[in-house]
């Protein structure tokens, strides 16, 4: 495989992250108006929510199935467009079924998007030789921040949700397709035979301390998204402006930690990256528990974007390294922990909050995300870290 056409597939697969961040963020963020538009009842919007990750899930497992006989650059091709179609679909329907139809093609087909993105970057990664899969997590960081700007700017000037997403549709759908013709994959341990006769082999009890740091990642991830806000204007007593701004500051962070852990990687490896970014995680929770009024607060959830950012990508690198000639059922397998983790973390706060109290419950992530140091070791021994005299003799820098 030529230098340049590796380099063409990983500024595609970039395009990729980035177009799910903002087509994510766009969701998310407008939850309230998708709950205005079609009447969702107070009770009625966490089955929404819960049932968006749950269909993920679902998605993520039959991708498991479907790499098997196709290529995961395929089913990315064809899972982006559909996820991009239900967001519209979203935006343009008016009774409570259409909503719950597009929610569920959004949730199955972005369980095989992010599955088949993340084996793209795993198996990228193996033909760089070296660490790049932070860098597309942080094109994914970089589009959810224009994906809520986008949808500040919509809920600005009242704009309605098919107005609001027609315009990022409209642009992202067609660069994405465009872009997937240079879609490229390093090629496994072994020929494809040999990768679907291992895939039955993956040993779920070695893969599962990775599915539980995937898990306490997103607990953590998902207390930022949907509780930061609350936290400091109730607890902390910032205006509700103020109050707004932990969650961009978070997703800044996320990008600028992502931006650089590569080379971090490259450096020191991704046994002491992964610990680094726990320690500083669990101490931004620790900030945010104890602090005083919201600017500590804001300290708090700034070390925490610094620290969680870097797990979970190097999560899936860790994956495509311990099973190497399966690295695709491993991904998909360990993708599942992802929607896992989103599903248990905003309950578990919010129930933690209303029984004891919020600054309590800020500690129980703050635990999880510290457990992640037990299983550092599941990230590779010191031999298989990448760059600065770690590469393998035939790698060759591709850019």
């Not at 067609?174 to 082999?201: L, T």
């Not at 990775?210 to 910032?238: E, H, P, R």
């Not at 860790?318 to 905003?346: E, H």
């Amino acid at each position: 495989m030529t230098d340049a056409r590796l380099r063409h597939g990983r500024a595609s697969l970039a395009l990729s992250f980035f177009v799910q961040g903002v087509t994510f963020a766009l969701l998310v963020t407008r939850i309230p108006a998708i709950q205005d538009r079609y009447g969702i009842s107070d009770g009625l919007l966490p089955v929404f929510l819960a049932a968006v990750p749950i269909l993920a899930g679902v998605g993520s497992v039959v991708t498991e199935k479907v790499v098997a006989r196709v290529r995961p650059r395929v089913v990315l091709r064809w899972a982006q467009p559909v996820v991009l179609l239900a967001l519209l679909g979203v935006g343009a329907g008016s009774e409570l079924w259409q909503a719950a139809v597009a929610l569920g093609v959004f949730g199955l087909s972005v369980g095989a998007l992010d599955a088949s993105m993340n084996m793209m970057g795993v198996s990228l990664q193996r033909a760089y030789g070296r660490s790049i899969m932070l860098g597309f997590h942080a094109a994914y960081s970089l589009g959810g921040i224009a994906g809520a700007s986008m949808a500040w700017a919509g809920a600005h000037w009242d704009l309605t949700l098919l107005v609001s997403y027609l315009p990022a549709v409209v642009l992202l759908l067609p660069a994405a397709f465009i872009g997937s013709r240079w879609y490229v994959e390093g090629k496994a341990e072994g020929d494809g035979q040999e990768a679907e006769r291992q895939g039955g082999s993956v040993s779920f009890k070695l893969l599962m301390p990775l599915c539980l740091v995937m898990s306490f990642a997103y607990i953590g991830d998902s207390t930022v998204s949907n509780w930061s806000a609350k936290y400091l204007q109730d607890v902390l007593g910032s205006s509700e402006q103020l109050s707004t701004v932990p969650y961009n500051v978070y997703m800044v962070t996320t990008l600028l930690g992502r931006a650089v852990g590569d080379f971090g990687v490259r450096r020191f490896g991704a046994v002491a990256v992964v610990r680094f970014g726990s320690v500083l995680a669990a101490a931004g929770f620790a900030v945010v528990a104890v602090a005083s009024g919201a600017w500590i607060g804001m300290l708090g959830f700034t070390m925490l974007g610094l620290g969680l950012c870097v797990i979970v990508p190097q999560t899936f690198a860790a994956a495509g390294r311990m099973f190497p000639g399966a690295s695709d059922t491993a991904i998909a397998r360990l993708n599942v922990f992802n929607y896992v983790g989103f599903l248990v973390g905003s309950p578990l706060v919010g129930a933690l909050g209303d029984a004891w109290s919020y600054r309590g419950a800020m500690l129980v992530p703050m635990v999880l995300v510290l457990a992640t140091l037990v299983y550092a070791k599941s990230f590779g021994s010191e031999p298989a870290r990448y760059g600065g005299g770690h590469e393998r003799p035939r790698t060759v820098d591709v850019g």
